[in-house]
């Protein structure tokens, strides 16, 4: 009976101290707050997702092309738009990029 | 509530819509119409009843009930002869089963089981291979000694 | 120990609201070092529950019957193992069991994302904390494992259908793949509360889903081997309430994984991948409930049990929630892009997505008709195997055929002259089988014929995709086809695993059909000598005997088995009785199998009646082709794992990525 008693306490302690711990670390932190997701860190997040997607896709469309599962003619007909879409993520994130 | 006016723009101007809409739309009807379809031919599921209620019903139906007194009978042969009771009512009338086919192991007086069938001349007339006990398994939230 | 036990729990639900509440709290204002502390609390609460599943445990090891959960779930005589598996035997132990996996993977989750997608975990933490809150609150004051009484001499032992491997594994298998959809859940709704809905709880998710996801899928297979093995009535799945517990959460999950796919390749369906994920993980709770409650028994034995109330409460907790979060970040989720065609990848995703919430759907309405009439009407119905059949062969049929042509369309858009060409032969196959399977008499079954034919369709269909993509690489880079082969699965592993896995579901799909399709069956009782014979086999009753074990006095039968003249050995099939205090002996039957590896037949035997006289009412099955269920669990698996295994380049390719947004989503 003791010993559980004794045992939970030690329980019990040893999860206080782990939630204390970053205030234990850092009494007196130089900035308390969260790192913010910036509008303009979300801008270049969604524009870097935009530009990856054009790529992989652009990259995915040779290799249907070249593993014959897409015919030459549906291959002409994809690759310009694709061409643009990624060229246009690309110069959307450089623009982003010079104004910082 | 009123409806709402259609969009902004003008009539006859063709708003290019994504295909994908029409797409579930579509299916959605498509679905809910086999749907209702199916379950207003072949019904939406057999009624479940206990022996005290059995007496009212005609068609084929799930019997539930726990088994009193001394099965008789071979289930592989001429049938097993047993008498239901309604679950934890020991004063409910009880009704006569006859069954054939597999019995489960826990197939025992004093075990709840359900069994499909109908009522003929006073005599319940399962429908062979059909007998379920419900198990007194760990699995549920009641205890067997409940 | 079990006021320890009582304690740690305590401890838990404490460091859980902490992680709720304070989480919350630092996630609003954006103080950092307390969004740590309620991340550090939700990782002490897996420490503080690990103690408590160590009591349990040891209690059963040390046979404490003065635990009342121990003295009911086991006995001084139940073998080694099993008083370890005895934990998750019973209702509060199962409990445990689930908030053990959540917390752990809640800490793991936390954990490794603590400095990636900084600003989704702040809000992560919360989430997970609550849903581990209401597990712990039920532990704690309604379900508690740490009651105890003065101890029994002896337990009153474990059920014997569950003193076997499988039911050692099932549920553990089972837990793992329902909890495991919480964090992909934590994490839409962390995306979701944060307003950040790009695709980062997407990308920090997607090996969670099909971690989960597979381990549901192979939760199921190990029940439905089990129920083959020890229910003993010739099927392996009986649309059981219990058991679409946990296949509805499989084809939401199922779901889930396509559309998903869709969401980062085109930046499309992103609310329906959030409805989905939601859905997904309300069946897992739902799941739980179903077969926690007794629910399914009965209105009556529901209102017995109080667990099922809170249970009930919380799922509409989780659907309110869900919902008011999803409607409230609507603007957030619109995509740029549309559907461009109804002839592409993406579209052939949606209508699968479309048949497998169908199939859900309709699934769940069996479920919950019977519950909903008996509560609202009054009078209880029973809806069976033809529903269930029904729908499963009509939309799950279509399913199939949908596998062997996703593959074959490309993104975006397709030509109908260039598929023309690439449907050529997956097409030619999938008839010429037809024709030779209908020629050999498969025609007796109509959905079994389809079936086969749709599979030899995916089949070839993956079959060319595997080699067209071999040629590629090797007209690339002059490989050997070996190599060549290696680097391309290597390179596309999500790809080519998901193949593997496709392939898993086919061989699924043709083991069902010839085992439920195709089967033969004859029955008949038997003196020693005599002989019953099925689609040439023929068994003769040889003799009887019994033996005496630890636990059980077991009864059986031998039988020679013989096909076409030539001895195949001998079988035996027959019943234990288990020896239990109790009011009446426990007896299990124990079925005879004997499997032909070259065919993937099994033949089966059900004992019957065991006769005063000797004789026995057998009951025999020849089971054609249903060795393929359980070698789809090994290809299904191994795709998985394809699918799972970390990739350095994609690694890479997000890191970039990341590292072009700034820093809190960058990796440190």
């Known amino acids: 009976m003791t010993v559980a008693i004794v045992l939970s306490a030690v329980l019990g302690a040893v999860c206080v101290v782990l939630v204390a711990l970053p205030f234990l670390r850092e009494p007196e932190p130089v900035s308390d707050a969260l790192e913010e997701m910036t509008p303009q860190r979300q801008r270049r997040l969604a524009l870097a997702e935009e530009r990856d997607r054009a790529l992989s896709a652009l990259k995915e469309l040779e290799a249907d092309h070249r593993a014959g599962r897409i015919n030459d003619e549906d291959y002409r007909a994809s690759i310009g738009a694709l061409r643009r879409e990624a060229a246009s993520a690309l110069r959307a994130l450089d623009v982003v990029n010079e104004k910082v | ?146 | 120990m079990a006021d320890l036990g009582r304690a740690a729990l305590l401890v838990t639900l404490v460091l859980c609201l902490y992680a709720c509440v304070v989480g919350t709290v630092a996630a609003v204002t954006g103080r950092r070092r307390l969004a740590m502390s309620a991340r550090n609390a939700l990782i002490a609460s897996f420490g503080s529950t690990v103690v408590a599943t160590a009591i349990l445990v040891a209690g059963f090891v040390r046979n404490d019957f003065s635990l009342v959960y121990v003295a009911e779930h086991s006995s001084r005589s139940l073998g080694g193992i099993y008083k370890v598996s005895a934990l998750w035997g019973g209702q509060e132990g199962s409990l445990l069991l689930w908030l053990l996996i959540l917390t752990g993977y809640a800490a793991l989750a936390v954990w490794i994302n603590r400095n990636r997608t900084r600003d989704l975990v702040v809000w992560v933490t919360p989430v997970l904390g609550g849903i581990a809150v209401f597990f712990s609150f039920l532990l704690v004051a309604v379900a508690t494992p740490f009651a105890t009484q003065v101890a029994p001499l002896d337990g009153s032992g474990l059920n014997p259908s569950l003193q076997n491997p499988y039911m050692m594994s099932h549920p553990p298998f089972l837990y793992l793949g329902y909890v495991g959809l919480a964090v992909p859940f934590a994490f839409a709704m962390g995306a979701l509360l944060s307003g950040r809905t790009d695709e980062r709880w997407i990308v920090a998710t997607r090996r969670w889903t099909l971690i989960a996801w597979t381990a549901l899928g192979i939760g199921q297979l190990l029940g439905s081997h089990w129920a083959y093995l020890e229910v003993g009535w010739g099927g392996f799945y009986a649309w059981d309430p219990v058991e679409n517990a946990a296949l509805m959460p499989f084809l939401a999950a199922t779901a889930f994984l396509h559309s998903v796919m869709i969401q980062e390749k085109r930046g499309m369906l992103k609310v329906w991948n959030v409805v989905l994920v939601s859905f997904a993980f309300i069946l897992s709770i739902f799941g739980t409930f179903l077969t926690r409650s007794g629910i399914v028994n009965s209105i009556h034995s529901f209102a017995q049990s109080s667990i099922g109330a809170w249970f009930l409460a919380f799922i509409v907790i989780a659907v309110v929630f869900s919902t008011v979060m999803i409607v409230w970040r609507l603007p957030l989720l619109r995509s740029k892009t549309k559907l461009e065609s109804l002839i592409s990848r993406e579209a052939v995703f949606l209508y699968n997505n479309l048949l497998l919430v169908a199939l859900c759907l309709t699934i769940l309405w069996g479920v919950v008709w019977p519950i909903l009439s008996e509560a609202v009407r009054g009078d209880s119905v029973v809806v069976g195997r033809p529903y269930f059949d029904f729908f499963f062969r009509l939309f799950g049929l279509p399913l199939l055929l949908l596998m062997g042509v996703g593959p074959l369309i490309a993104w975006r858009r397709a030509s109908l002259r260039g598929l023309g060409r690439t449907f050529v032969w997956p097409a030619a196959v999938a008839v010429a089988t037809g024709v030779v399977l209908l020629i050999l008499g498969a025609g007796s079954s109509a959905p079994g014929l389809v079936a086969y034919t749709f599979s030899a369709f995916v089949l070839a269909a993956i079959g060319l995709e595997f080699v067209r993509g071999t040629r590629a690489r090797r007209a690339l880079s002059d490989e050997s086809w070996p190599v060549a082969f290696g680097s391309l699965v290597g390179r596309n592993r999500r790809r080519y695993g998901g193949y593997v896995v496709h392939v898993a579901i086919v061989l699924f799909a043709i083991g069902v059909a010839g085992s439920s399709a195709y089967d033969s069956v004859v029955e008949g009782r038997l003196a020693k000598g005599e002989a019953l014979t099925v689609s040439g086999y023929t068994v003769r009753y040889v003799g009887l005997s019994e033996r005496q074990t630890d636990h059980a006095t077991e009864v059986r039968a031998t039988l020679a088995v013989s096909r076409n003249g030539e001895s195949l050995g001998a079988l035996e099939a027959g019943k234990n009785s288990y020896k239990i205090a109790g009011p009446d002996p426990q007896v299990s039957s124990e079925v005879g199998v004997r499997t032909d590896y070259r065919t993937g037949e099994d033949l089966f035997v059900i004992p019957g009646t065991i006769y005063d006289d000797g004789s026995v009412y057998f009951r025999i099955f020849v089971k054609p082709l249903v060795n393929l269920l359980w070698l789809s669990g090994i290809v299904f698996l191994l795709g998985s794992i394809i699918a799972l295994w970390p990739d350095a380049r994609e690694q890479r390719r997000l890191a970039v990525r990341y590292a072009a947004a700034g820093s809190p989503a960058r990796g440190r």
């Open chain 2, 1 to 146: 509530m009123p409806r709402a006016p259609r969009g902004g723009y003008p009539q006859g101007v063709a708003r290019k819509r994504s295909p994908a809409r029409l797409v579930i739309a579509l299916s959605i009807a498509a679905v809910l119409a086999v749907f209702l379809l199916y379950t207003s031919i072949a019904g939406g599921g057999t009624p479940s009843v206990k022996p005290s209620e059995l007496a009212a019903q005609t068609g084929p139906v799930s019997l539930v009930g726990q088994v009193v007194g001394k099965p008789k009978g071979d289930a592989n042969e001429e049938g097993l002869r047993f008498r239901l009771r309604d679950v934890k009512d020991p004063s409910s009338p009880t009704v006569l089963v006859l069954y054939k086919g597999s019995v489960p192991d826990l197939f025992a007086p004093g075990r709840d089981l359900v069994v499909e069938g109908a009522l003929r001349n006073g005599t319940f007339v399962a429908t062979p291979g059909t007998m379920v006990t419900k198990c007194p398994s760990k699995y549920t939230a009641i205890k067997p000694s409940d």
